[in-house]
C-alpha cells in the first residue's frame, strides 16, 4: 500500500520509482467544505504520459446518489487490506474527515444527511468536462474504459447499447474492454464493436471451438502518449460463461488467461512498448494476483469490484489504480516513462461531484437527445421512500430487500432470491420513486422473475456455492458479485470455513422454523442464467409491488449473521 506522504520512493532495480497521490489535497479542502471546480480538477500536469480511466459507469447517463458499502470483507491475504475496509476504518487510513465532501464520495456513513448537502454524483456530461480538462492540458493523453458501460438503465436496454455508444462516441476514448456488455447478445456486441472508432480490447476473449483469440477483439493496442510508445491491453471479465448466461455469447470463452496475457506483454515489450498497461476488468482482487504472476506490467487499471480508492496499490513493480463505478470518480495517472521504464508517477482520484463540476454543454444536449424518446416513461412517478435504498455491500442491500419483498409479495413466494450485483444507484429518504429508479437496479436482459420449488437442501447449495465465489481465498477463485440476497429467510454465515460448511441456521422467518432440508419451498428470484426461464420481468414486479405500497417503508435487515472467525 502507497503512503500519504508526498512523496514515496521504492527501490526498482537501479533506480527509484516515485509516486503521489492527489487524493490529499481535495481531502483537506472538502475537510473545509470550501471545494471548487478549480480545485476539484486542480493537477500539477507531470512526467511525459497522462492516463484517463473510467469504468463501471453502468449506462447511467445522468447524476445520481451512490452509496459506497458497509460491508467489504476480504479474506485469505486481502484481509484487513483495501478495498476490503469500509466506514471509519477507510477514513481513518486514508485521513478523511468526518463530514466532509470526501467522506460523502468514499464511505457509506451519514450517507443520507450529506447527500441532502453535497448533492448528486456523476453524470457523463460532468465526467466530459473533467476529460476535456485534462486534455487541455495534455492533448495526448489517452481515455481508457474499463467496460460494464452499455448496461444497466431503461434507454440502454431500450436501445441496446446504442445510447451508451453513441455518448461514449463522443467522449472519445481511445480502448475499451468488456462484461456486461456479452449480455447484450453475441451478435449484437459485434455489430457495435465493429462500428467504434476506437479499440476493442480483450486478451483473454477466445472462440470457443478454435480456443483462439476472437477475431473482432484485438488483444493489445500500440499507443503513444508524450513520445512514449505504450502497449495497452485488454483484460475482460474471466467468468463470463459462469456469472452471465452462456448462451448468449457461446462463441466465446474467457479466463484469466495468465500465460496468454505473460505473451501479450512479451509481445507489446518486442515492439518497442515502453510502458504497459492494462485495461482490467478481472475485480480488485484478481488484479493483485495477476500483478504478481505476470511481470512487466506496469499499470493495472482496475474495474468490476466497483471500488474507489484514493490511492494506488503497488504490486512489485506494479501500479493498480481503482475508480469506482456509475461515473462517479474520474482518475487520471500521469507517470514518467524514461529509458524505457516508468520512473515515478503522480494520481488523482477525480470525484464527480455534479453541484461542483459543471456540465458540458455539447454532452448534455447528447444525453438528453439519447433520452427523448423515452422521458415520460423515465419520469412517470411509481412511489417515494421513507428509508434509504442501497445495494452495495456484501449482504443484503436495502434496494434488495425491496425487491425480495415484491418477490414473495407478487409471486406468492415463500423465500425470495435477488442476485447480489454492485450496479445500481441509491435514493434518500423522501426521494420520489420514478420508473428509471426501478430499471437502474433491475435492468437485464434475462430479467425473467421466476417461481419454483426448492428443497431445502438446494438452498443450502446455492447458497454455499455463491459465498465460495465471493470468499474463496483463492482471488482466482472468486467469479465476482456479492452474496446473493435472501428475503423471507436467516440464516448464519462464517466465511473463514470451507466450501460446503460457511451456511448454517437456515430459518424461515414468517414461522421461524428451521429449514427442513427435505421439504419443498416456493422459491422466487430473477436473473437466472438458464435459457429458457418464464416469468414476468422483474421491473414490472417491482413496480407493481411499489404501487400498491405507495411509500416504501423497511425494517433492518438483521436476518443474517454474518461470522469473521
Request: with cysteine; charged share 25%.
Amino acid at each position: 500500500m502507497i503512503s500519504r506522504r508526498d512523496f514515496l520512493q521504492v527501490g526498482m532495480a537501479a533506480s527509484a520509482l516515485v509516486g503521489a497521490s492527489g487524493f490529499g489535497n481535495w481531502a483537506r479542502l472538502a475537510a473545509q467544505q470550501m471545494l471548487t471546480q478549480d480545485q476539484l480538477l486542480d493537477f500539477d500536469t507531470f512526467g511525459n504520459v497522462t492516463l484517463i480511466h473510467i469504468t463501471d459507469i453502468h449506462a447511467q447517463l445522468k447524476p445520481i446518489y451512490f452509496r459506497e458499502p458497509e460491508i467489504n470483507l476480504g479474506v485469505g491475504e486481502a484481509l484487513g487490506q483495501v478495498p476490503h475496509i469500509t466506514g471509519a476504518e477507510f477514513k481513518a487510513r486514508y485521513g478523511i474527515a468526518d463530514g466532509s465532501p470526501s467522506a460523502y464520495a468514499l464511505t457509506y456513513n451519514d450517507f443520507s444527511a450529506l447527500a441532502k448537502e453535497y448533492g448528486r454524483v456523476g453524470g457523463l456530461d460532468r465526467v466530459a468536462t473533467v476529460v476535456k480538462q485534462i486534455r487541455a492540458a495534455r492533448p495526448d493523453a489517452l481515455l481508457l474504459d474499463g467496460g460494464d458501460t452499455w448496461h444497466g438503465s431503461y434507454t440502454c436496454y431500450q436501445t441496446q447499447g446504442q445510447d451508451m455508444v453513441n455518448v461514449m462516441n463522443a467522449l472519445a476514448p481511445d480502448a475499451m474492454t468488456f462484461h456486461w456488455e456479452f449480455t447484450l447478445g453475441s451478435d449484437r456486441v459485434r455489430e457495435l464493436v465493429e462500428g467504434l472508432p476506437f479499440a476493442a480490447l480483450g486478451q483473454n476473449i477466445f472462440d470457443a471451438e478454435w480456443d483462439e483469440p476472437a477475431e473482432s477483439f484485438e488483444s493489445y493496442k500500440m499507443m503513444e502518449s508524450g513520445g512514449v510508445k505504450i502497449g495497452v491491453i485488454g483484460q475482460a471479465f474471466p467468468y463470463m460463461p459462469i456469472a452471465n448466461p452462456s448462451w448468449m455469447f457461446p462463441e466465446y470463452s474467457f479466463g484469466i488467461r495468465d500465460e496468454h496475457m505473460q505473451e501479450m506483454v512479451d509481445e507489446v515489450r518486442a515492439n518497442g512498448a515502453e510502458l504497459v498497461v492494462v485495461l482490467s476488468h478481472n475485480g480488485f482482487d484478481v488484479d493483485k494476483k495477476m500483478a504478481d504472476r505476470v511481470t512487466g506490467i506496469d499499470v493495472i487499471l482496475s474495474g468490476h469490484t466497483h471500488d474507489a480508492l484514493p490511492e494506488p496499490v503497488l504490486v512489485g513493480e506494479t501500479i493498480i489504480i481503482a475508480s469506482g463505478s456509475n461515473g462517479k470518480f474520474v482518475s487520471r495517472v500521469d507517470l514518467d516513462v524514461r529509458d524505457g521504464r516508468m520512473m515515478g508517477f503522480k494520481h488523482k482520484l477525480i470525484p464527480i461531484f455534479s453541484d461542483v463540476i459543471a456540465p458540458d454543454a455539447e454532452m448534455t444536449a447528447l444525453i438528453d437527445e439519447q433520452r427523448a424518446p423515452y422521458e415520460a416513461e423515465l419520469s412517470e412517478v411509481i412511489g417515494t421512500t421513507d428509508v434509504e435504498l442501497f445495494r452495495r455491500g456484501n449482504f443484503n442491500g436495502s434496494w434488495d430487500d425491496l425487491i425480495c419483498d415484491a418477490l414473495i409479495s407478487e409471486r406468492e413466494a415463500d423465500i425470495a432470491m435477488s442476485p447480489g450485483v454492485r450496479w445500481g444507484p441509491s435514493l434518500i429518504p423522501g426521494d420520489e420513486i420514478t420508473r428509471e429508479d426501478i430499471w437502474n437496479v433491475t435492468s437485464m436482459t434475462y430479467g425473467q422473475a421466476y417461481r419454483n420449488e426448492m428443497t431445502g437442501e438446494f438452498i443450502k447449495v446455492i447458497l454455499e456455492d455463491v459465498a465460495d465465489n465471493i470468499f474463496n481465498p483463492d482471488p482466482y477463485y472468486q467469479q465476482g458479485g456479492d452474496m446473493v440476497r435472501i428475503g423471507g429467510m436467516g440464516y448464519r454465515i462464517d466465511i473463514t470455513k470451507p466450501q460446503g460448511e460457511r451456511v448454517s441456521e437456515m430459518t424461515l422467518l414468517k414461522t421461524g422454523e428451521p429449514i427442513d432440508p427435505a421439504r419443498t419451498y416456493q422459491v422466487a428470484g430473477w436473473a437466472s442464467v438458464n435459457e429458457g426461464t418464464e416469468g414476468p420481468m422483474i421491473w414490472d414486479v417491482v413496480e407493481s409491488h411499489i404501487r400498491k405500497l405507495g411509500t416504501v417503508t423497511l425494517d433492518p435487515n438483521t436476518s443474517v449473521e454474518v461470522i469473521q472467525g
